[in-house]
């Protein structure tokens, strides 16, 4: 019933599967609890047809003593069985959580956005983590209902058909209850992340909406969406509600009815006092799985939807290939053939058949107008964007034969917007390195050779905390020019050979565009390969090449002063730079 057949295939099917001993050993646990459960009920029925008629007090503290053995047994049973399923639930968690977070990143840089803030699919594991530990007890009880209804037809066939008939109805409920609330949930949980991404919009930008007069109209457009949201979510709650009271109702008037019918056969001499109440007891108990299942219905199908969102999702990114055979970092030669490359997730380019190719220690600047495809390019040199078509290689290699992380240390990446994570400056220009060589010592002088090389040691070491100075969520604290030199520097980290800088002194005063430029030549003194989007003329004085880009394709290339020569004619009507 949680599992449709379909899903019982996939990553995360595989990795349930991994803690199947586990699971039988929680089954094996369910079996003894439910067979101890049936204690009390015959503890009421030999108190009221043995020790009452014989008024033996042995007898009675006898059975108590063993009563309360079976009770301390249970105990046991139910944390071994709880401890167990919270183990399997968070090392899931700790086996996935890693794979999911990759998943969601995959898809983002293929340029899918079905995913809105994208945590949807880490609320879907923590719901299935939360199903685990707590829902998966109630559903392996579930087939405990017919031993107890055997138990009850032990006792007699009439008590046996009652309690029968009375759990039929109650599961045609239960068969009700997900057909009735499936369809909200899953609009419950698109309504949520819908709303969420909302509010974060609203907290990213507020100086623009603030600025522009829109903030009171952002927010009308949020509370429209949330006011779908808790209608939507008031409702399932009152389907949740109205249908737990429903199977209560049903599970008391069962108990009262079994409770009718056993009077009606003590009345006819067919049954013994006892049995009428262990045969309450034991119906009550029978039903009482399918009064937990309706109970925790919603959390039960949010976990079900999440499995399945999970395990498409998982579907559509299977993890990356094994690098079998590791490259040696490029030292020697930056080579662009016949590159098509386009935004994530479409098929159109914007770079059109770029080829051309630098050596160690070249410098080239990139301009041309607006529209152009520079930063296109840029990105495509890094491997953010795909090539639909054509190659980038360093050394011979293309980018996909290393790992991301492997590419990751010989390459140096400034985007036009800079986007500092939370953390501290140094963690920000280590980009997060925690041992580097297996030397953490070698990682604070990596930090500063970085700064150095961007001209911001001297900067950093004036702020509050120097190098471990808190830079806020997106690097708030710190005004523009910072974070776009403390970017650099990160860039720079561990000395890439390929440096990709998009509009890297957009915000910088006359000593940023100095220490820029150092940081250029620094580059190509080391044997480095830097290219630079700029629409400054300075940046352009150091670089060997320049390239000019027009409609997504390279109009110009060459030595810089002979491109350069080549654009001074076209200044009578000058295209627009950036």
Request: net charge positive.
């Amino acid at each position: 019933m949680f599992l449709t057949r379909p899903m019982r295939s996939g990553e995360l099917w595989e990795a349930a599967k991994a803690y199947r001993r586990v699971f039988f050993a929680v089954i094996a646990a369910s079996a003894v609890l439910n067979v101890l459960l049936l204690g009390g009920s015959f503890y009421m029925m030999l108190i009221y047809d043995s020790v009452l008629p014989s008024r033996s007090l042995p007898t009675l503290f006898g059975l108590l003593v063993l009563l309360a053995a079976v009770y301390l047994f249970q105990g046991y049973f139910e944390t071994v069985r709880a401890g167990m399923l919270a183990d399997v639930a968070n090392a899931l968690d700790r086996r996935m959580s890693r794979r999911v977070q990759d998943a969601i990143s995959q898809l983002r840089l293929q340029g899918n956005r079905s995913l809105g803030d994208g945590l949807i699919p880490m609320r879907d594991l923590e719901q299935v983590r939360a199903f685990l530990a707590g829902g998966v007890a109630t559903l392996i009880d579930l087939p405990w209902i017919v031993f107890f209804i055997a138990v009850l037809f032990a006792l007699h066939f009439w008590l046996g058909v009652t309690t029968l008939v009375g759990a039929a109805v109650i599961f045609s409920l239960t068969i009700l209850t997900n057909r009735t609330m499936q369809q909200p949930s899953s609009q419950v949980a698109q309504l949520a992340a819908w709303r969420n991404g909302a509010a974060e919009a609203n907290l990213r930008h507020v100086e623009l909406l603030a600025a522009l007069g829109m903030r009171e109209r952002m927010q009308d457009r949020f509370e429209g969406i949330n006011r779908r949201y808790t209608g939507t979510q008031n409702a399932l709650n009152r389907t949740a509600t109205a249908f737990t009271g429903l199977s209560k109702i049903l599970r008391l008037a069962l108990q009262s009815i079994i409770l009718t019918v056993g009077a009606l056969l003590v009345i006819n001499d067919r049954a013994s006092g006892g049995v009428i109440f262990a045969a309450s007891i034991l119906s009550g108990r029978a039903l009482a799985p399918v009064d937990q299942a309706i109970a925790n219905w919603k959390n039960m199908i949010a976990a079900r939807n999440g499995w399945q969102r999970l395990t498409e999702m998982l579907s559509k990114v299977p993890p990356a290939a094994e690098v079998a055979t590791t490259l040696p970092a490029p030292k020697e030669r930056l080579e662009v053939e016949g590159l098509f490359a386009g935004a994530p997730g479409s098929q159109t380019p914007i770079v059109n058949g770029a080829r051309f190719s630098l050596k160690a220690g070249d410098a080239c600047g990139l301009i041309g107008p607006s529209g152009a495809g520079k930063s296109s390019l840029g990105k495509a040199l890094v491997g953010i964007w795909p090539a639909l078509r054509g190659h980038v290689r360093l050394d011979g290699g293309a980018l996909d034969q290393w790992t991301e992380a492997a590419r990751g240390r010989f390459l140096g990446y400034l985007p036009q917007t800079v986007e500092l994570l939370e953390g501290t400056v140094a963690e920000n220009i280590s980009r997060f390195d925690p041992l580097r060589d297996n030397d953490p010592q070698s990682v604070s002088e990596a930090v500063i050779a970085a700064a150095r090389a961007a001209g911001v040691h001297d900067l950093i070491t004036r702020l509050p905390q120097g190098y471990d100075t808190p830079v806020g969520a997106g690097g708030e604290t710190l005004p523009g020019g910072q974070r776009q030199r403390i970017g650099l520097a990160r860039a720079l980290y561990g000395d890439p050979f390929l440096v990709v800088l998009d509009e890297p002194n957009s915000n910088l005063d006359a000593d940023g565009d100095a220490a820029l430029e150092q940081a250029v030549l620094a580059i190509r003194e080391r044997g480095g390969i830097a290219v630079i989007v700029s629409h400054r003329p300075g940046i352009m004085e150091r670089t060997t090449h320049a390239m000019i880009m027009r409609d997504g394709q390279i109009a110009a290339f060459g030595p810089t002063q002979e491109v350069l020569a080549k654009l001074i004619p076209a200044k009578a009507n000058p295209a627009p730079v950036n």
